[in-house]
Nanobody, 122 residues
Framework: QVPLVESGGGLVQAGDSLRLSCAAS????????MAWFRQAPGKEREFVAA????????YYADSVKGRFTIFRDNNKNIVYLQMGSLNPEDTAVYHC???????????????WGQGTQVTVSS
């Protein structure tokens, strides 16, 4: 088990920045690829960003590339999502996830946090 707890969401204005954090418990955090997904009301959960266990490889969705950055601190068991130039289309519940394989696919991640709400007003 890899319990995950997200934080850092909130209500911001278009153009603002926000940093999400995902804290993991246990000593196996550094063995897992980590990812962020988001789900807006009435929509399916979609991939946002992912990072390999060692942090050397990162994937981004086209919709966030150049605006969002994923990074991790394996000493603190935390993965971050730095979000910039936010727009109302970024409004969603953001979930972090842990999995063995670095992938963009939802079903390949084994452990999920409860999510943190991000709302961007225009």
């Amino acid at each position: 088990q890899v319990p995950l707890v997200e934080s850092g969401g909130g209500l911001v204005q278009a153009g603002d920045s926000l940093r999400l954090s995902c804290a993991a418990s246990g000593r196996t955090f550094r063995s897992y690829a980590m990812a962020w997904f988001r789900q807006a009301p009435g929509k399916e959960r979609e991939f946002v960003a992912a990072i390999s266990s060692g942090g050397g490889t990162r994937y981004y969705a086209d919709s966030v590339k150049g605006r969002f950055t994923i990074f991790r601190d394996n000493n603190k068991n935390i993965v971050y999502l730095q979000m910039g130039s936010l727009n109302p289309e970024d409004t969603a519940v953001y979930h972090c996830a842990a999995g063995i394989t670095l992938t963009r696919v939802v079903r390949n991640y084994d452990y999920w946090g409860q999510g943190t709400q991000v709302t961007v007003s225009s």
